[in-house]
Structure formats: C-alpha cells, structure tokens
C-alpha cells in the first residue's frame, strides 16, 4: 500500500478538527444508518439506547465521538510515522473486538469516515484527498486488526 499524502490529510484534517464533536456525530449517524445493527454494542450503564438520537445525544456517547476523533488526530499527527501506533492501535482493536465489534464493521467506518469528510469540506474533498484518507485509514485497520489476531 502507498503511503497516504501528509500534507493533504493535514490540510483536511485542520477544517476537521474545529468542530471535533460535530463531525464526529455526522460519522457515527452515517455508520449508522449504514449498519444498524452496530447500535446495541452502544451501552453504557447496562441501558440500551431506544434510538439512534437518543445515541448521540447522551453524554456518554459524545465522549465516545471525542475518544475516536482524538484516535484520528493521532493517526494525522504521526501519518509520517503510523508505526509508532502500532501497539497502541492493536489494543484499540482487541478492545472492539471484544465488545463484539467484528472486523468487517470497520469498511463501513471507512466509508462513514469519508462521507464526514466530503460533507465537512464539500469541494475542498478532491479525489486525491479522498484517496488519502483511504490509504490512512486503510493504515490504521490493518493495525488495529492485529487485536483481532493476538490470542
């Protein structure tokens, strides 16, 4: 795999990372919307959300959102050096793996990882930035997908 364009990921990622909280739910409704049946993994306190809204809207959802978008801005920060978040990233996946995420889940994150990222920049989200960001995120599963592996 060739090595995503730093500098485009860091230019998209600055418009990005201003509203942090807000991109985040455009995200997670979109992987929503697109795998419903990722939406009881959701629990905190032994509740179950009624909907989809009731998700986003409760605070301790809205801390999930900030934690993924702070795993993001690692993955931009070190685009140069990913190896340096191997470990880290690898116990990232063997967490969701075992809250019963499955690693096929995670295309459909990619998918509604760049649905945010063209609603968020609009024009600014040429096919290079686009294909950037694949390569990223393409980086940051095939880590995360040793927590998949390591048993």
């Known amino acids: 795999m060739q090595r995503p364009e730093p500098e485009l990921i860091r230019q998209s990622w600055r418009v990005v990372s201003r509203s942090p909280v807000e991109h985040g739910t455009v995200l997670f ?18 509740r179950q959300f009624a909907s989809v809204e009731d998700c986003l ?8 959102i900030r934690k993924v978008m702070l795993v993001i801005d690692a993955a931009v920060t070190n685009v140069e050096d990913l190896a340096s978040l ?8 063997k967490k969701h793996r075992v809250v019963g995420v499955k690693l096929s889940s995670f295309s459909t994150v990619g998918e509604s ?18 294909i950037a960001w ?16 390591s048993e």
């Open 113 to 130: 990882l760049l649905y945010m990222l063209e609603k968020c920049l609009g024009p600014a989200f040429t096919p290079a930035t686009r």
């Open 134 to 149: 694949s390569q990223l995120y393409g980086a940051v599963v095939q880590a995360m997908s040793r927590g998949w592996d």
């Open 86 to 93: 191997e470990e880290y990233l690898a116990g990232l996946g």
């Open 57 to 64: 809207s409760s605070p301790e959802f809205l801390d999930h």
């Open 29 to 46: 409704a979109r992987l929503f919307d697109l795998e419903p049946d990722l939406l009881p993994l959701f629990q905190y306190n032994c």
